[in-house]
C-alpha cells in the first residue's frame, strides 16, 4: 500500500439501490432493478465497454463541486511469479512517477497545482487502485493524465528509476513490518497456510531479496501483460456532465491497445492436514500474543458473510464468549479479537489473543477452548444478529459520503464481478443470514479442524510460546552502512528514445473546464438555557448524522500525579449506566445501528458517534444517560485499569510510542499535564496503579456539565430536533464551568538532540518541534498555508527530497499545530537508520531556506493551489464536523474559511519571509531520534549540535 493511503477502504457491506441511465456502445442497464427493501438512497450508474475492453462507470453526485477519478486494475500480488515478490506494489509505486506526456512527478504536481488534495493508490492480493478527486472544473486534466499513466508510461521508466524506488518500498516494509511490534506476524501466516506455488503464499509488500532483484525487463512483462484496457475499470464520480466525460474517455483511452486475453482465477482455498505451532522472539514486542489462523472461503462465497457474522459475535462486546471468559472470568488477556478476511480466491479466519505481560501462552489454549464450548452450548441468539445486522446500513452510508469512496467502490465492484451494482447482492447476502448459518460456517470451518497457531513472544522469552512450536522462519534485515545508498541521476532529464504513438498532440495540458461557485454552507449555532452551545451543518444527501460533544474533562484537567483520570473517566462512561449494564448498553446502541464513544484528548472529552436520521432522539438518550448515569462497576474498572497497563506495557517495544512519549516530555513542562501523558495518553504505569475508582467519580463530579460544553451535528437533522433532544434543564447537574486551564510549553531557545535508544531498529523516528503560534493568532492560516509547499501535500520540499529523491524514507510531514493559546510547528517522519544524520542535514537545509528562496511565482501557484482546494473541504460528513470544530475550539466566526482564503489571497511575499523566519527555525528546534543508538550515536554527534541520551 502506497504511503499516500491511510485506511482499508470498503471493508463494511454496501447497503444501496441503483439504476442505470441508458447508455452508448456496449451499455450495461442491468441496474434499473430496484429491490423493493432498499433504502431511501439511489446510486444511479452507468457503464460502458469501449472497443479496447476497458470498462468505464459513470455515477453523477452534484452535493459539492467535486470530481473523482479511480483506475483500478486488476492485478496484484496474487499475479506475481517466484523471485519476484512485491513487484505488483513496487509496480504501483512506479506507476505515480512519471508518463510521457505529463513529465516526471507531474502526475502529482499537477493534482497539487488543480486544487487536489494528493493522488493515492493502493495494491492489495487482487487489484491496484489508483484515485484522486479535483474540483469539477478540472476532470478532462485528470482523465487526460489518468490515461497517460496507463498508455504512456513504460518507455519513460528506466533501471535508475526503479532502483531509487525500491529504497521508498524497503522503507514502507521497514515501518510496517521490520521496526513494528508483531510486524512479521502475517508473513509467518502466509507461509504455513498456502503452499509455495499457492498466490497468497506471500505477503503484498513482497521480501527484501526480492524487491533488490526487480529488473527494467520485470516493470515492462508486467506493464505489457496486466496494466491493459481489458483488465482496468475506470470509474468517474461526481458534478460533471456524462456526454461530456463519455467524450473525454474515449479521446484519451480510446486509442490504447487491447492486451492479450486474461484468464480469471478460480477458487482455491488454503488445506491444511494438521495443525502448525510457529514461535517466533521479536524484537519489538514487549507482551506475548497468539494468533489462530483457520483456512476459509473467498470473497462473495455463500458462507463469507456468515463467517464476518461470526467473527463479530464470538468477540465483540460484553457478552461476546471470548471476552466472558478470557478477559472477564480468567483474567488471561486485556482483549481478544477475530475477523473474517476473503480475498478473491481464498479467506481466513483470524482470531488475535495477546495474554497480558509475562503470561505463558499456554495459559490461553484452555480458555479458548472454553470460550468455543459456550458458543456451542448457546449459539448466537437472534438479538445479537439483530444488532450486527442493523448497523450494516449505517456502515454502508459512511464509505459512500464522498465522490472519491463511490468512485473506489464502483470500480471494485466492477472489477471481481463485472457489475458495478453488485452491491445489491452483497447486501442481501448479508440480511438473508440467519442465526444456523452462523453455527453452520462455526462447523465447517472452525470446530476440529486443523489452524495455524503462532506465538510472538518478546526477544529472549522463547518459553512463553505455545508448547511444541517450531521457530518461525523469519528474515530479519540488517542495516548496515552503505545500504540504500541514493541512486545518483537525474530522472527530469530523461529522453524518450520510443516514443508511444497518438493520433493527437498529447503534451498539451487541457483547459480547466467551466467555472463553478462554491457553496457557502449555513452554519446553525444557538446557545441553549443549560449552557451547551450547538453548532450544525446540515447535509442530506445520505440519512446519517454525524456527531461530537465537547465537555471540559480533557487531559489538561488531571493533576500531574494523576494522569490516567481523565481517560480511565471518560472510558467508564461506555462501561454501563445506572439502569444498563455494559452488556445492556451495548445492546441498546447496537440495535439502533448507532455508534457511540467516549474519550478523553488534552482540551476535552469527546462523545462522538453516528446514527441513522430516525434513530437520533434514541441515540441523544443514549449519550445523556451514559455521560450523567455512569454505573461506576468495580469489576469493569479492574479490567479496564488491567487493559491500560498491558496497553502501557505493550507500548513500551514500539518505537512511534516511545516517541509519543518523549516527545511529550520535551514540549510540555513538568507542571503540565500533558508533560506526563505517557506512551498512550494515560500516564506512565505506576501512576496507574494508584488511580481509585472514587477518584474517578471526583473528576466526574467536577468536569462533567453542559455547562460551557458544545454539541456538534454534521448531516441529516432538523434544527427543532436537535434543540428537543437537548434544550432541557435536566440534562446533567448543574455546575459552572471551572475557569481556562493555560497550556504551557516548554521554551526552546537552541537546537539540541534527544537521543532514545531501541536496540535493533532498523529506523530511526524523528519528531522535531518548537513553540509556534496559537490557532487564534492572526498569521496561523498564513502559516498553515506557508507549510503547504514545505510539507502539507505529498509534493512538498520535505517529502519529494527525502523520499522520492533520496529513498530516506516512506513520508515525511510538517506542520503547524495551534490550540487557542499557543501552538507548536513540527516535523515527523521515520528513516532508515543509516542515514539518521543525513536525513536531519536535508531537513536543516531545506527548513533553512524555505523563506528566503521562495518567489513571488511560488507565492502565486501556492495562494492558486489552496484557493482551488477550498472546493474538496466540505465534502465528507467528517469534514463538515472538523468546521464545526474549529469553530466551538477557537472562538472562529461562522465563515472563517473565507475569511482564511482572503487572507491567503492577500498575503505579500513580504509576509510569508517574515512568518518563516520566526517559525521555521532549524536553529531552535528539539531534535528527538529515537533508534539505534549504537550505530546512530556517534553520525548525531558529527551535527555539531548538543547531544542528550533519554533513558
Avoid at 227 to 245: H, L, M, S
Avoid at 718 to 729: H, I, L, M
Avoid at 909 to 937: S, W
Wanted: glycine share 8%.
Amino acid at each position: 500500500m502506497n504511503f499516500r493511503i491511510s485506511s482499508v477502504l470498503l471493508a463494511a457491506p454496501f447497503v444501496l439501490a441503483a439504476c442505470a441511465d441508458g447508455a452508448s456502445t456496449k451499455t450495461d442497464t442491468s441496474a434499473n432493478v430496484k429491490s423493493a427493501s432498499a433504502p431511501a438512497l439511489d446510486l444511479n450508474y452507468e457503464k460502458i465497454t469501449l472497443e479496447n475492453g476497458l470498462d468505464v462507470v459513470f455515477h453523477v453526485d452534484r452535493s459539492d463541486p467535486v470530481v473523482a477519478i479511480n483506475l483500478a486494475a486488476h492485478v496484484g500480488s496474487a499475479r506475481e511469479t517466484e523471485g519476484r515478490t512485491g513487484f505488483a506494489h513496487l509496480f504501483e509505486h512506479l506507476l505515480f512517477l512519471d508518463s510521457e506526456n505529463l513529465g516526471y512527478g507531474g502526475l502529482d504536481e499537477m493534482n497539487t497545482r488543480i486544487g487536489g488534495e494528493g493522488t493515492n493508490g493502493f495494491t492489495t492480493n487482487d487489484m491496484t487502485q489508483y484515485f484522486q478527486a479535483v474540483p469539477k472544473d478540472a476532470l478532462e486534466k485528470v482523465v487526460w493524465a489518468e490515461a497517460d499513466k496507463l498508455g504512456w508510461f513504460i518507455e519513460t521508466v528506466t533501471q535508475n528509476v526503479i532502483d531509487n524506488e525500491k529504497q521508498v518500498v524497503k522503507n514502507e516494509k521497514r515501518q510496517r513490518v521490520d521496526n513494528a511490534p508483531y510486524g512479521h506476524n502475517w508473513y509467518v501466516i502466509g507461509k504455513a497456510l498456502y503452499p509455495a506455488d499457492h498466490p497468497y503464499n506471500w505477503q503484498v509488500i513482497g521480501s527484501l531479496e526480492d524487491l533488490d532483484a526487480a529488473t527494467l525487463q520485470d516493470t515492462k512483462d508486467f506493464y505489457a501483460r496486466w496494466y491493459v484496457p481489458n483488465n482496468v475499470t475506470v470509474t468517474i464520480t461526481g458534478d460533471f456532465d456524462v456526454a461530456e466525460a463519455k467524450a473525454y474517455v474515449e479521446k484519451y483511452f480510446g486509442e490504447i491497445p487491447a492486451g492479450e486475453e486474461i484468464e480469471p482465477y478460480g477458487a482455491r482455498p488454503g488445506e491444511l492436514s494438521e495443525t502448525i505451532k510457529l514461535v517466533h522472539e521479536d524484537n519489538f514486542a514487549t507482551v506475548p500474543r497468539l494468533t489462530y489462523v483457520w483456512p476459509t472461503v473467498e470473497q462473495y462465497h455463500p458462507d463469507s458473510y456468515a463467517l464476518e457474522y461470526l467473527a463479530n459475535y464470538l468477540t465483540q462486546g460484553k457478552t461476546a464468549p471470548f471476552n466472558e471468559v478470557l478477559v472477564d472470568e480468567a483474567k488471561l488477556s486485556p482483549g481478544v479479537g477475530a475477523f473474517s478476511n476473503v480475498s478473491e480466491i481464498a479467506g481466513e479466519f483470524y482470531l488475535i489473543a495477546p495474554s497480558n505481560a509475562g503470561t505463558d501462552l499456554d495459559e490461553l489454549s484452555p480458555a479458548i477452548e472454553q470460550s468455543f464450548a459456550r458458543f456451542e452450548e448457546n449459539g448466537m441468539p437472534q438479538k445479537d444478529l439483530d444488532r450486527i445486522k442493523a448497523s450494516v446500513e449505517v456502515e454502508f452510508y459512511g464509505n459512500f459520503d464522498s465522490a472519491l469512496n463511490k468512485a473506489i467502490a464502483l470500480s471494485e465492484y466492477n472489477l471481481f464481478t463485472d457489475d458495478p451494482g453488485y452491491y445489491k447482492k452483497d447486501l442481501a447476502a448479508y440480511r438473508d443470514v440467519t442465526t444456523a448459518d452462523v453455527m453452520r460456517v462455526y462447523e465447517t470451518y472452525l470446530k476440529g479442524k486443523p489452524f495455524i497457531a503462532t506465538s510472538f513472544v518478546p526477544m529472549g522469552e522463547a518459553e512463553l510460546g505455545l508448547e511444541g512450536s517450531a521457530v518461525a522462519d523469519v528474515v530479519e534485515e540488517e542495516i548496515v552502512a552503505g545500504e540504500g545508498a541514493a541512486v545518483e541521476f537525474d530522472p527530469a532529464a530523461r529522453v524518450i528514445e520510443n516514443p508511444t504513438p497518438s493520433s493527437f498532440d498529447r503534451t498539451v495540458e487541457p483547459d480547466f473546464g467551466a467555472g463553478y461557485n462554491l457553496p457557502s454552507p449555513t452554519i446553525w449555532q444557538t446557545d441553549l438555557d443549560n449552557g451547551l452551545t450547538v453548532l450544525g451543518l446540515p447535509s442530506d444527501e445520505i440519512p446519517v448524522i454525524n456527531f461530537s460533544l465537547r465537555l471540559d474533562g480533557g487531559r489538561l484537567r488531571n493533576d500531574v500525579s494523576a494522569p490516567a483520570a481523565a481517560g480511565l473517566t471518560a472510558d467508564m462512561l461506555s462501561k454501563g449506566t445506572a439502569n444498563k449494564t455494559t452488556a445492556e448498553l451495548e445492546d441498546a446502541i447496537g440495535m439502533l445501528g448507532s455508534s457511540i464513544s467516549v474519550s478523553a484528548g488534552n482540551t476535552g472529552v469527546f462523545v462522538t458517534g453516528t446514527t441513522l436520521s430516525r434513530n437520533f432522539d434514541a441515540t441523544m438518550d443514549l449519550v445523556q444517560e451514559m455521560l450523567f448515569e455512569p454505573r461506576w462497576d468495580e469489576e469493569e474498572f479492574a479490567t479496564l485499569k488491567n487493559q491500560v497497563l498491558q496497553s502501557i506495557t505493550s507500548g513500551e517495544g514500539n518505537p512511534n510510542s516511545i516517541a509519543r512519549r518523549e516527545a511529550a516530555e520535551l514540549t510540555y513542562p513538568k507542571d503540565s499535564p500533558l508533560h506526563h501523558s505517557g506512551l498512550t495518553g494515560y500516564g506512565a504505569a505506576d501512576a496507574l496503579e494508584g488511580v481509585t475508582l472514587e477518584d474517578l467519580k471526583a473528576f466526574h463530579a467536577d468536569h462533567y456539565t453542559l455547562n460551557g460544553a458544545a454539541l456538534r451535528v454534521a448531516g441529516d437533522y432538523e434544527n427543532s430536533r436537535v434543540k428537543a433532544a437537548w434544550d432541557r434543564g435536566d440534562i446533567g447537574p448543574d455546575v459552572a464551568a471551572k475557569a481556562p486551564v493555560s497550556q504551557t510549553l516548554s521554551p526552546v531557545t537552541e537546537a539540541k538532540i534527544y537521543l532514545y535508544d531501541v536496540p535493533g531498529a532498523k529506523q530511526s523516528v524523528l519528531r522535531l518541534s518548537r513553540p509556534a503560534l496559537a490557532a487564534t493568532d492572526a498569521d496561523y492560516p498564513l502559516a498553515e498555508a506557508i507549510n503547504f509547499p514545505l510539507g502539507g501535500i505529498y509534493t512538498s520540499k520535505l517529502n519529494t527530497t527525502l523520499r522520492v529523491e533520496k529513498g530516506y524514507t516512506y513520508g515525511i510531514r510538517s506542520g503547524f499545530n495551534g490550540s487557542k493559546e499557543n501552538g507548536t510547528f513540527g516535523v515527523s517522519s521515520s528513516v532508515r537508520s543509516n542515514v539518521t544524520k543525513e536525513s536531519i542535514e536535508l531537513i536543516q537545509e531545506i527548513l533553512s531556506s524555505h523563506g528566503p528562496e521562495t518567489t513571488e511565482e511560488n507565492l502565486a501557484e501556492l495562494k492558486d493551489a489552496l484557493i482551488r482546494g477550498q472546493a474538496l473541504k466540505t465534502e465528507t460528513l467528517r469534514d463538515k464536523l472538523g468546521v464545526l470544530g474549529e469553530i466551538d475550539a477557537y472562538g472562529y466566526a461562522p465563515d472563517y474559511r473565507a475569511q482564511n482564503a482572503k487572507a491567503i489571497q492577500a498575503m505579500t511575499l513580504a509576509d510569508f519571509k517574515r512568518i518563516a523566519a520566526a517559525h521555521i527555525r532549524p536553529d531552535a528546534m528539539t531534535y528527538l531520534v529515537v533508534g539505534d543508538a549504537e550505530t546512530q550515536a556517534g553520525p548525531l554527534g558529527e551535527l555539531g549540535l548538543p547531544v542528550e541520551r533519554l533513558d
